[in-house]
């Protein structure tokens, strides 16, 4: 390692910025749509009206039996056909991903909500709040305190699958990194760092989650 | 106020209440009590139709609770109910408690939310504690909130499901104190309860039931003086011998 070349990492960190910045801003708009998204399924799926429940129970075990990458390849050919113009690599992958994550979302979320006892429900009922009152004021607030650990981790996952939208010619921060590697020929400095920066966001999201597991615990 | 006629009501398979029928007068206070099992506390949650029942019809004031066709919300909003574990909710302070039924169903401006839940907690003598939250409470307390909660709504009647069954025995009283001050205020009650000094002092009927019938239902004075049933002379036997 003797010739391991920092200067080429200093060179290049304007450029490896954008990257992240896109790796970041997909990662945080995708957790939002996926959640939002994946709430509604949850709330679907357990509604008790079964062409609801039928339909989120089918769409959550076909989005889970399919790889990422297909999905967002999907996106990136079928929605320019599906409208009639193309809406560019950011739109299409931001829409695979938070479609794809709200399957995973909305079985996070169901086991959230059914970990609410039903006397809970029954309280909101007898005190005459209707069904979305009862999800609004009763259920979900509870249900999300005891999930936020976990909602977390998926963040995570989700943060590492951003670096699958080069498919889609997106250049998020591994893109970038290999790019640099490349063009510089410096491919060890820069998957080593590449590697560094993955490592130290995503432990500080497990810091995280194990803090606010400790806060639960005591 | 409160009437059921012939109710029955299954599990599955299981039959846990088998054609009961009685009745709460407006104003009045009926204790229904029995072993564990006889099917009183799912009795009870089928007046506000919180359990549907299969046969039967029960009605309250002019509402059927029975009926395919009854806005059970409506109706719920009218009927005060207080559960054996409290069901505060646990994310919400005393005052949000008392205030989010008031403010959603009713549609009373915060003011006026505020003003009542204020004066309600008053009467219970937790003044001190509306800004804190449930955890903070312990079970009595929870329950005289719990109360609270129910008739911020201004109930025409009033479910107990067990309500001081959950509780330490030093905080029986505070809760049943309510309870008494609320049935001598006139308060259409039903309650499901164990404690025998509650119902001798204020009910003025007593529901004994026992495998999901009404074994017998009768004047307090008579029932406890001289139950018809061997059961209830059974169950009495048990629960006063001590």
Known sequence: MGDFDYNVIIQNLPFLWQGLQLSLWLTFLAILGGIALGTGLA??????????????????????????????????????????RPIGGFYSALIAFVMFEAAYYSEIIRAGIQSVRTGQVQA??????????????????????????????QGIILFQDTSLVFVVSLRDFMTVSSIVARTEGRLVEMYFFAAIVYFVICFAGSLFVRRLQMARTS | MISIENVSKWYSDFQVLDDCTTEVAKGEVVVVCGPSGSGKST??????????????????????????????????????????????????????????????????????????AESLI???????????????????????????????MDPIAMLFDEPTSALDPE?????????????????????VTHEMGFARKVADRVVFMDEGSIVEDRQTEAFFGNPESDRAKDFLSKILNH
């Open chain 2, 171 to 191: 905080m029986i009283n505070e809760v049943l104190d309510v309870m008494v001050e609320l049935a001598q205020d006139g308060m259409t009650m039903m309650v």
């Open chain 2, 43 to 116: 009795l009870i949650k089928c007046v506000n139709g919180l359990e549907p029942v299969q046969k039967g019809t029960i009605r309250v004031e002019d509402t059927e609770v029975t009926a395919k066709r009854t806005n059970l919300t409506k109706l719920r909003s009218r009927i005060g109910m207080v559960f054996q574990h409290f069901e505060l909710y646990p994310h919400m302070s005393v005052r949000a408690n008392l205030c989010l039924g008031q403010e959603k169903v009713l549609k009373r401006s915060p003011d006026e939310a505020n003003e009542k």
């Open chain 1, 124 to 153: 909101g009922q007898a005190t005459g709040l209707n069904y979305w009152q009862i999800q609004r004021y009763v259920v979900l607030p509870q249900a999300f305190q005891n999930m936020i650990p976990i909602l977390v981790t």
């Open chain 1, 43 to 84: 709330l679907m799926r357990l509604s008790g009206f079964l062409p609801l429940s039928l339909f989120a129970a089918t769409y959550v075990n076909l989005i889970r039996s399919v790889p990422l990458i297909l999905v967002i390849f999907w996106f990136y050919f079928l929605v320019p056909l599906a409208i009639g």
């Open chain 2, 122 to 152: 008053d009467r219970v003598g937790l003044k001190e504690h509306i800004e804190k939250y449930p955890g903070q409470l312990s079970g009595g307390q929870q329950q005289r909130v719990a109360i609270s909660r129910a008739l911020a």
